[in-house]
């Protein structure tokens, strides 16, 4: 910027008193732009809440009066007092922004917090990793699948491990560090690992590590939004929280991000009349594994149908997925949902 306004100036002013004072503004505006953009990461720090609730955790958009971060509606351009929920299935959506370092490109937001007595003491909390890695392509504007090869690591997370070395009747379990992998596949590596442990007032803060790489361990990424999906447990509470989804915003200037974040919350993410129409030209045409007409409905994020022989199909990120029957107990994906129903001719 500084050699920009010093060719500038050199062609329009000639006294050294204009060149000075050129330098300095030039200073002023990258001093001005570094604070825009750390105010920008800034606003994009928050924690998660999380508390008991009627004997389950419940993970929900913290309360900035009793001392925690929230990103404002207005930042991420949803109208203010709006809250970032998925339009189609009501999933909340905790907003995050990756920073670029020397060896990775890393983020430690959000981090989870619990107010004084809203826990129990000495509970260990615990975050249950599912689902698929989830992409916004700029050029395309639609949520998809994340690009092969591109994973995000959740770090810092920890294990117990049974301790037989410590020469008495009972030993003190041996706690680890571990990760979570999260890739357009689903989830690699642990899938379930410790949060922290409540503290003796009832309260909770801890932050793990967001990593986004590619899986040779390069921080090589599409630039896009990310978006990962959770839910919480703890030691004295196994029933699992409901679901919870995470964005990050990769390298898109603030007002893609809003587009990012618009497509999921002031708008489906899924065309469900084209999907109803998929899946009963696919009962039409495909008896043997979808025997009957059945009726849609919404579930982990999914927009799906089931069948008396076991098999669901189910539509998420523009594409389409299975499960059960022949298609077995892990959920296999299928193809592109709108090249499919190109291919239906609808």
């Not at 001392?67 to 907003?95: A, F, H, R």
């Not at 700029?138 to 699948?145: A, F, R």
Request: proline share 5%; hydrophobic share 40%; with cysteine.
């Amino acid at each position: 910027m500084t050699i920009l306004l010093k060719k500038f100036s050199a062609n329009i002013l000639t006294s050294s008193l204009f060149k000075r004072r050129n330098i300095a503004i030039s200073i002023l505006i990258g001093v001005l732009l570094l604070s825009s953009m750390a105010l920008f990461a800034g606003e994009l720090h928050q924690h998660i809440e999380v508390k008991i609730v009627d004997q389950r955790l419940q993970a929900s958009f913290c309360r900035p009066e009793k001392g925690c971060s929230l990103v404002k509606p207005e930042t991420i351009g949803l109208p203010p007092g709006q809250m970032p929920i998925d339009q189609l299935t009501g999933t909340p959506i905790y907003v995050s922004e990756f920073s670029i370092f020397p060896d990775r490109t890393a983020i430690d937001s959000p981090g989870f917090e619990g107010l004084e007595g809203d826990m129990t003491p000495g509970d260990r909390v615990r975050y249950l990793a599912s689902g698929h890695l989830s992409y916004w392509n700029p050029e395309k504007h639609q949520w998809s699948l994340a690009p092969e090869g591109i994973q995000i690591r959740l770090a810092g997370g920890l294990d117990l491990e049974p301790n037989q070395d410590c020469g008495q009747v009972i030993c003190i379990p041996k706690t680890i560090e571990g990760f979570t992998l999260f890739n357009r596949d689903g989830i690699e590596s642990a899938s379930s690992l410790i949060v922290g442990e409540v503290r003796p007032d009832g309260s909770l803060h801890t932050h793990l590590d967001w990593i986004i790489e590619s899986n040779q361990g390069t921080p090589d990424a599409s630039i896009g939004a990310y978006m990962v999906e959770l839910q919480l447990i703890s030691d004295t509470i196994p029933v699992p929280s409901d679901t919870l989804w995470i964005m990050f915003n990769h390298g898109l200037a603030l007002e893609d991000f809003q587009q990012a974040v618009a497509g999921r919350v002031l708008q489906s993410n899924t065309d469900t009349a084209l999907a109803d129409q998929l899946f009963s030209w696919a009962e039409s045409n495909y008896p043997s594994l979808f025997p009957h007409a059945a009726t849609s409905f919404i579930t982990l994020g999914f927009y799906a149908r089931c069948y008396e022989n076991g098999v669901c199909v189910a539509v998420k990120d523009n594409h389409i997925f299975a499960v059960g029957g022949e298609f077995g107990t892990n959920v296999v994906t299928l193809g592109e949902f709108d090249v499919m129903t190109a291919q239906a001719g609808l």
